[in-house]
């Protein structure tokens, strides 16, 4: 580790966490199952059947759909999504994402018009784009997030927050995302070096992923940036502020905490921890004290759950 790193979390206080059990053994094996703190109610009602409607009317694809968010009912019932441009066919096979894999299919011209169309019928105030990585594009997706970015602005005058691919193959295509100027541009980590090809493929690299949060800054440093990690794949408390450091080395203004959850049985990388919503508490308390503007912490936080409240200026 170096100084600088040693010197941020040797300021940390030692607390005694809550100890968090092993899973269930059985004649079958070992059985993970979900502790009671990660057991949702499904609101009443009816309320979230407007916005699947809207949704399925203009043709839009959201990752709370596409990648099974715990969130969805509650986020639906409020009127408020994440949509997710450049298709539902993602190109990279990581290994904790539900969203398909596969050949994508060509672009669709119209759907930043459908996008804005969709903001403004919800009435949202802050309005989150992501995408699926298409690194079949020359570049990117970037000139798709543009329009979407501007076409949303023109029709709502709402705030505008990006979640983007690493652009790894079209390094300098982010220079035509920050062109459109999102009020937020997020670039998740996901987790820590050590687990970082495991978790995002053999594509990604944990390098650029910060150097992507910088570039944004050079090219434009009004623009806030922000960057989440999964926590329960295995990372250490010390792995886990290497990168909180690496982060605000960057200069990423914005976190958010989150457990994984393996989607399915199939193919995706297994939880190796729950965590427990104190030592999220915890975690997201050091990670303020270390320097971030804005944190959220919990077994549910995503990259864009309550968005707008940590977009709000104090």
Known sequence: MDARKSQSVSQLPI?????????ETTAAGPVRRLPAWLKRQVPKGNSHNHTAKLLEELRLETVCDNAKCPNRMECYSQQTATFMILGNVCTRPCSFCAVGRGKPES???DEPDRVAEAAHRLG????????????????????HFYQCVTAVRDKTGATVEVLTPDFITNPQAVERVVAARPDVFNHNTE???????????????YRWTLELLRRVKQLDGSIRTKSGLMLGLGETHEELF?????????QCDFLTLGQYLQPSTDRYLKVARYISPEEFDFLGEKARQMGFKKVASGPFVRSSYHARDMAETT
């Open 107 to 109: 672009l669709e011209l």
């Open 191 to 205: 987790t820590v070096p050590r687990l970082y090809r495991r978790v995002r493929g053999p594509k990604s690299d």
């Open 15 to 23: 607390v005694n966490l809550p100890v968090i059990s092993e899973p």
């Open 242 to 250: 290497d990168v909180l450091a690496d982060l605000l080395d960057a």
């Open 124 to 143: 949202l105030k802050h309005v989150v784009i992501t995408s699926v990585t298409r690194d079949d594009l020359p570049d990117c997706g970037a000139e």
